[in-house]
Nanobody, 125 residues
Framework: QVQLVESGGGLVQAGGSLRLSCAASGGTFSSWPVGWFRQTPEKEREFVAVISGYGQLTSYTDAVKGRFTISRENGKNTVSLQMNSLKPEDTAVYYC??????????????????WGQGTQVTVSS
């Protein structure tokens, strides 16, 4: 069973940038779509972005379009999320996961598994 580990979170001022990484071990996820989600104590886990199995297709939630970019390097078994122009409302724990059940662009967390432990992103105003 593939295991995912997120990294790259931290504290940044509004307008700044962070790059999150999702690394797979114990297997490969190169043929599967991989998504990023985020969660705060006040909200349910919400979809952020997803990339198709071989990286040719991407989809984003409206709130991050034009600011976030998802990419993957299958040779390195990693998926990244470049986050620019960060806003305080982007503050959350960010998770990556593998989509094995739904269409490649699914935004439903129930279609994903192999969730990582999450990485905290805090954007100060």
């Amino acid at each position: 069973q593939v295991q995912l580990v997120e990294s790259g979170g931290g504290l940044v001022q509004a307008g700044g940038s962070l790059r999150l990484s999702c690394a797979a071990s114990g297997g490969t996820f190169s043929s599967w779509p991989v998504g990023w989600f985020r969660q705060t104590p006040e909200k349910e886990r919400e979809f952020v972005a997803v990339i198709s199995g071989y990286g040719q297709l991407t989809s984003y939630t409206d709130a991050v379009k034009g600011r976030f970019t998802i990419s993957r390097e299958n040779g390195k078994n990693t998926v990244s999320l470049q986050m620019n122009s960060l806003k305080p409302e982007d503050t959350a724990v960010y998770y990556c996961a593998v989509n094995r059940r739904g269409s490649w662009y699914s935004q439903y967390p129930g279609h994903y598994d192999s969730w990582g432990q999450g990485t905290q992103v805090t954007v100060s105003s």
